[in-house]
Each structure stands twice: as C-alpha cells, then as structure tokens.
C-alpha cells in the first residue's frame, strides 16, 4: 500500500510549503504538488503560476524527506476553479497508484501535526474507502471530523462543488464527501488521532483579503453547487 499526497499550493511563503511538505511525508510515500489560481481569484490571468522558487522549496523539502515528487506548474489558472483543479490532482495520481492505495488531499496552509505510527497499519485494513482525520484550528481552538484521506479508486472525482468527493458505484456515483443538506456519504475509517492544522486565519492581512474577493464572486456567479448526484 501506498499512500500519495495531493497537494493545492498557489503563491505560499516558502516556510510554510516546507513545513506543509514535510509533515506529508509523516504519512506519504509520494507527493502530487499542483500550481496555480483559481480563475476567479484575483490577479489570476497576470499570474497563472507562482515562483519557480516555490515549487524548488516543494521538491527539495520532498527529498531531504526522503518521498518521490511531482510537480505540476500550468500556464493559465483553473478556468473551472477549485472543481477543476482538486479533480486533476485525482486524475494525476490515477498512473501512480492502484486500488489498495491511499490518496491525502492536502493544502499549503494546512500541516499535519500529529501522525500515530499505526496510521498506514488502520488505511491498510479498513475496507472503507474514505477515512476523517481530526481538522484543528490554533487561533480559535475548534476541532472537527475532516474527510481527506480517500481510497485511489479509478473514477474518483471532485464533482459540482470543491468538497464533493464521488467514486463509481454500482447504483450510480457513491459520495465520500458531500453536503449533508442534499447528499448521504459513506460512512468513513475514523482516524482521529491524525491532526491537521488548518492556518488560514494566520495568513496574511493581504491574502486573507484576496480570499474574501474570491468567494464573493463565487458566491455571485453561483459557481459552487450543491445539487443532489444521482
């Protein structure tokens, strides 16, 4: 069994895509880092990738790690958003992985922080193909269930909103992640004692502002839906 990281990165301090890159390795064996912003992010069209100094910071903090590295830097930003650019990172990782495999999604500003050693040993075991780590936040102290960590099943797909997770089923797409006002997931593998710290209330005034442009125009646009998947 294998374990990959999938790994969102856009215009990150070099500090933290090091930190981020290192504490995946507390669980990976191979890391997908994929570049760029969202279309709808601001600046997106003058900027469609960050500095090659950032993906050098992911690639060498992958090595001293002793983890493989892929490294995906486009030309033009996610014309399909967050949809399309989580949905990639699945469908790159297709060629790597199999079936018994493992896939954790992660972001640039989210470390894990606490990985027990008998984690691979529970994702091995399971027969359950999606499993929730403990998310936490160190500014607020708020803690809950967060599902990132799913099976590398062929057809596995972001569809209709950024944390809708789907995979192929017999009746139709089953949901892993969903929105529990409209879809019924599956029930998830609880590793619990793996922590996640999210840091996106530590970004910087700057970046924090640039998000709060971003999901208004999503909001606007209605980009992120919510339907029931049939």
Request: proline share 6%.
């Amino acid at each position: 069994m294998k374990v990959v990281g999938l790994l969102s990165w856009y215009e990150e301090p070099a500090s933290w895509l090091a930190e981020c890159v290192a504490s995946a390795a507390k669980l990976c064996d191979h890391l997908i880092a994929v570049d760029g912003p969202y279309a709808l992010f601001p600046g997106s069209t003058r900027r469609p990738a960050s500095g090659s100094e950032q993906a050098d910071t992911i690639a060498r903090t992958a090595a001293g790690a002793g983890i493989g590295c892929t490294i995906h830097v486009p030309r033009q930003p996610w014309w399909g958003g967050e949809v399309a650019k989580r949905d990639f990172m699945f469908r790159l990782a297709a060629p790597l992985t199999d079936a018994r495999d493992w896939l954790l999604r992660i972001d640039a500003d989210e470390v894990l922080t606490t990985v027990p050693a008998d984690s691979r040993e529970q994702l091995d075991a399971t027969r359950l193909d999606v499993a929730e780590v403990t998310i936490w936040d160190r500014q607020d102290g708020s803690q809950h269930p967060f599902r990132c960590l799913f099976r590398a099943l062929p057809g596995l797909a972001i569809e209709q909103a950024h944390y809708v997770v789907t995979a192929p089923g017999a009746a139709g797409r089953r949901v892993l992640v969903g929105n529990s006002a409209v879809h019924v997931p599956e029930p998830a593998q609880a590793l619990w004692d793996v922590r996640l710290e999210h840091r996106t209330r530590q970004r910087s005034l700057e970046r924090q502002q640039l998000k709060r442009e971003y999901y208004a125009k999503v909001a606007d646009l209605g980009t992120e839906q919510t339907a029931a998947i049939t």
